[in-house]
């Protein structure tokens, strides 16, 4: 299984698989078989907006009744509410990542975890669907989503190692690797995110959705929840900058790579092109998602000309001086976010804006607002 790293490829894939969005989408997506037809694959587009929730959801219901398109079209808000969700307690990542600096400080202290860990990452652990799943995520960069849950609930609940370590392995390759949906999703599993709440994976519902492919034996049959910190209270939601008047540099980056709704707004003066996914995690990104953003990037560049790339957080940092005012796509919470200089106007997509609000507690509490968020299409052309 191969992703593109282009646009036309990401839309491509999207008019594929449009067809299937609907009922059969419902029944079938549970299960993880071997090419993953049954799902869309567009998320490591998604994930970098290489194409946008907007243009998935209006191909979704421009082919489909609402009904038959629901449950699609909910998984797609799943990634809104967690980046919203995240956006009202940014606390939650530098936790995340105080979480994991210690625990790689463990790793290179303690002889016996490291050695457990790099056998969980490797694929050598012994439980055959375990091991296929971390070597199936480092060749091909993508996991299906059933496949995600498993292997955090064994990572946790039956090896036993600190989920921050998981949530990095899935962050080094996923080439979806996405802060708010990584990170929330290791905590649901593990029961901090809805509080005492875990997801066990069992092996009776493995071999089902695997189609018999695994029947593990040894998992943990009981899933404690893990010790965790409690969910923040939420601080307030960032808001857009005014668009700068006159001339205007532009900074792109990774977490937003179809930026024309941007440009089209400003007079742009420059672009530069930053990418943050070294900042991912402490350690190295593998092959696979190193190779993707190199292609992703050089798809951006053909798509909008003549730009300055920036290697580093501080050749941004020394750019960004040598203008008088300089915008940006909102980066959200994540690495990126956190190694860029001050100074530069960030620029809310009106669709996270309208929906981000709403992403206060519980999914259940955010699945009301679906059709009203939906319902702005019938008014607006685009909600970018
Ligand atoms: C432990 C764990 C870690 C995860 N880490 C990531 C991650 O780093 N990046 C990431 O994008 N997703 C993550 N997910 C969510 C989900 O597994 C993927 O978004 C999904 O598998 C992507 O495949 P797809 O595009 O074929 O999905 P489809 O089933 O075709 O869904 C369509 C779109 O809906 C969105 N979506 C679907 N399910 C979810 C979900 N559970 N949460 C958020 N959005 C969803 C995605 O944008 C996806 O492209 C994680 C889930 C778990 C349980």
């Given at each position: 299984m191969t992703f593109i790293p282009s646009r036309q490829a990401a839309l491509a894939r999207l008019t594929a698989f449009t067809p299937r969005m609907g009922r059969d989408y419902a029944s079938q997506r549970n299960y993880d078989r071997p090419g993953h037809d049954d799902v869309s694959r567009l998320s490591p587009y998604l994930r970098h907006r290489m194409i946008t929730e907007d243009e998935v959801l209006r191909a979704c219901l421009g082919t489909h009744s609402p009904s038959a398109a629901q449950k699609f079209v909910q998984e797609v808000y799943w990634r809104t509410y967690w980046k919203g969700w995240l956006e009202h307690r940014p606390s939650v990542w530098t936790q995340y990542r105080a979480g994991l600096t210690q625990a790689l400080n463990d790793v290179q202290t303690q002889s016996g975890l490291r050695a457990e860990w790099e056998a969980a990452c490797a694929g050598d652990t012994g439980i055959d669907c375990f091991d296929h799943w971390a070597r199936e995520l480092v060749d091909t960069g993508y996991l299906h989503n059933h496949a995600r849950m498993w292997f955090a609930s064994i990572w946790m609940f039956t090896l036993r190692l600190p989920w921050e370590l998981g949530a990095d392995f899935f962050l080094r390759h996923l080439?979806?690797?996405d802060p708010a949906s990584n990170t929330l999703g290791w905590r649901w599993v593990g029961g901090m995110q809805t509080v005492g709440k875990t997801y066990l994976a069992r092996p009776s519902n493995i071999s089902r959705y695997t189609e018999g492919r695994f029947k593990p034996e040894g998992l943990a049959a009981f899933a404690p929840p893990l010790d965790g910190y409690p969910n923040p209270d939420r601080s307030p939601l960032p808001t857009s900058d005014p668009l700068p008047k006159g001339p205007v540099a532009v900074l792109v980056t990774e977490?937003?790579?179809?930026?024309d709704w941007l440009l089209d707004q400003l007079d742009v003066s420059q672009i530069a092109y930053f990418d943050g996914t070294a900042h991912r995690s402490p350690l190295h990104t593998g092959a696979k998602l190193s190779a993707f953003m190199a292609g992703a990037k050089d798809d951006l560049l053909a798509r909008i000309g003549t730009v300055t790339v920036l290697d580093t957080a501080d050749d941004v940092a020394n750019w960004a001086k040598d203008h008088d005012a300089v915008a940006m796509s909102y980066p959200p919470v994540g690495g990126t976010a956190d190694v860029l200089p001050d100074g530069i106007a960030k620029i809310l997509r009106p669709y996270d804006a309208r929906a981000w609000p709403h992403a206060t507690a519980g999914f259940f509490k955010f699945k009301d607002k679906i059709p009203k968020l939906l319902g702005a299409y019938d008014d607006q052309p685009e909600m970018l």
């Open positions: 080439l979806d690797g977490d937003d790579m179809t930026p």
